[in-house]
Nanobody, 126 residues
Framework: QVQLVESGGGSVLTGGSLRLSCEVSSLNSTNLCVGWFRQAPGQARLGLATIRSTTGQEDYAASGKGRFTISQDSAKNTVYLQANNLEPADSAMYYC???????????????????WGQGTQVTVSS
C-alpha cells in the first residue's frame, strides 16, 4: 500500500513562493501517477499537476501552467510542487495523491486517485 506524506505548506505574502513536498513510499520502484491537488473551503478539489514516476512525464491544468511546476527526486522518494507568484486565491489545502496508471497519461481528475496524503495548508495574504 502506497503511503503519502505532504509537507512544506505555510503562510506567504502575495507574489511569494513555496515548494511543497510529497514523500511517496516506493516511488522509485513502482509505476505510479502522482498528482498535486488543492481544495479551498466550499470549493471542489482541483487538479494542478501530475507526474508519472517511471517516465517523468508531466501534465498541468491550464489554470496552474506557468506558476506551478511538478518534479520528482526518485532517490528521495519525493514529488515536489514548486508554486511561484502566489496569490490569495491560491490559499487552500494542498494534497498529493497516487494511483496506478490506467491510461496513457496521468489524469488530473481527483476521482481517478485512490490514495491520498493528509494535506498541507497554504495561505497567501495580501
Amino acid at each position: 500500500q502506497v503511503q503519502l506524506v505532504e509537507s512544506g505548506g505555510g503562510s506567504v505574502l502575495t507574489g511569494g513562493s513555496l515548494r511543497l513536498s510529497c514523500e511517496v513510499s516506493s516511488l522509485n520502484s513502482t509505476n505510479l501517477c502522482v498528482g498535486w491537488f488543492r481544495q479551498a473551503p466550499g470549493q471542489a478539489r482541483l487538479g494542478l499537476a501530475t507526474i508519472r514516476s517511471t517516465t517523468g512525464q508531466e501534465d498541468y491544468a491550464a489554470s496552474g501552467k506557468g506558476r506551478f511546476t511538478i518534479s520528482q527526486d526518485s532517490a528521495k522518494n519525493t514529488v515536489y510542487l514548486q508554486a511561484n507568484n502566489l496569490e490569495p486565491a491560491d490559499s487552500a489545502m494542498y494534497y498529493c495523491a497516487a494511483n496506478a496508471p490506467t491510461w496513457g497519461y496521468c489524469p488530473l481528475a481527483y476521482f481517478e486517485y485512490g490514495t491520498w496524503g493528509q494535506g498541507t495548508q497554504v495561505t497567501v495574504s495580501s
